[in-house]
């Protein structure tokens, strides 16, 4: 593929757009880790989105949608194909009533504020992770008894041909870290959330105690992309690791978090095969000690 080709003739079909070439990986997810990306592009409206999605079609062009990569890790070979970033770009919010609509680029941080100044509650469980609006409908995110299935209310989204889709909540079928959108492969660009009339005070003090919870049992000093593992029925991923003998198990420069056993750390300089190989240490260890097997929460893309 000629990169340069590539990009001109997109800025030919699409005026205005923001794209970059052999764009670092490493800068745009919470890992810190990952080769270039062939080309990134950062839309900043669902026309734009569409007109995109149709042209790479066209050009039989791999493409890849993230938020702000907080939970994804990125190959040191890089990404060969086009990364659409949705994220500050593509974040614009409104308030109406005890609605909140929101472009999926959005940061939870982002919409919790929102909500909280609209003196509306239901979000503040979304305050303290770090990802965007996007990836939460995606893998239905939740934390310390919320997630998304308990506000969202409809999403527009489209596939990878630009064609749009309304769903409601019924046909996202939200499950435990994952939805419709994920399964399907579907883009979200829009949601509706619903949510509930609250006292300032009230939604600023649980939002800052959730916080306070979050700062002091997570690793939040060390890049990291969240919890690495989904928590396994009957189970939870860290105390597994943590029993299995693996508290600060470090390889190269990745590590198993010390504070928490359910996150795999970047201690500085660690490269994506690193995080891989611990990766699969950590989940041969645990299978071998207790006949459970780690599924992966974080995706994984690109080449070696």
Not at 241 to 256: C, N
């Amino acid at each position: 593929m000629d990169k340069a080709q590539l990009a001109e003739d997109l800025r030919k079909a699409v005026p205005g757009l923001c794209l970059r070439i052999d764009e670092p990986m490493c800068n745009h997810t919470s890992f810190r880790i990952g080769g270039p990306a062939d080309l990134m592009i950062w839309p900043t409206s669902i026309g734009e989105v569409q007109q995109v999605l149709k042209f790479l079609k066209c050009r039989g062009v791999p493409v890849y949608i993230m938020g702000n990569g907080s939970n994804l890790l990125v190959r040191d070979g890089g990404f060969r194909g086009v990364i659409l970033k949705l994220a500050e770009n593509f974040s614009r919010i409104t308030v109406e009533g005890t609605r909140l609509q929101a472009q999926v680029g959005a940061s939870l941080a982002k919409l919790a504020n929102a909500a909280c100044q609209a003196g509306l509650g239901g979000l503040e469980f979304a305050s303290g992770i770090p990802g965007t609006l996007g990836g939460a409908i995606a893998m239905n995110a939740g934390a310390y008894g919320g997630e998304m299935a308990d506000v969202l209310q409809e999403v527009t989204c489209c596939d990878l041909e630009g064609n749009l889709y309304h769903f409601g909540l019924e046909d996202l079928e939200l499950g435990y870290r994952t939805s419709r959108v994920r399964s399907q492969g579907y883009i979200a660009l829009e949601a509706v959330l619903q949510l509930v009339p609250e006292e300032l005070a009230v939604i600023r003090a649980k939002m800052h105690e959730l916080n306070k919870r979050r700062r002091e049992k997570q690793p939040l000093s060390f890049p990291s992309a969240g919890s690495t593992f989904k928590r396994p029925p009957g189970h939870y991923a860290g105390k597994l690791i943590d029993d299995a003998g693996l508290r600060g198990f470090t390889h190269g420069r990745a590590q198993v978090s010390e504070q928490h056993c359910g996150f795999i750390i970047n201690l500085g300089g660690a490269t994506a095969k690193e995080v891989l190989e611990l990766i699969e240490i950590v989940r041969q260890r645990v299978w071998e000690k207790f006949q459970v097997r780690l599924e992966l929460e974080v995706q994984v893309i690109g080449e070696d």
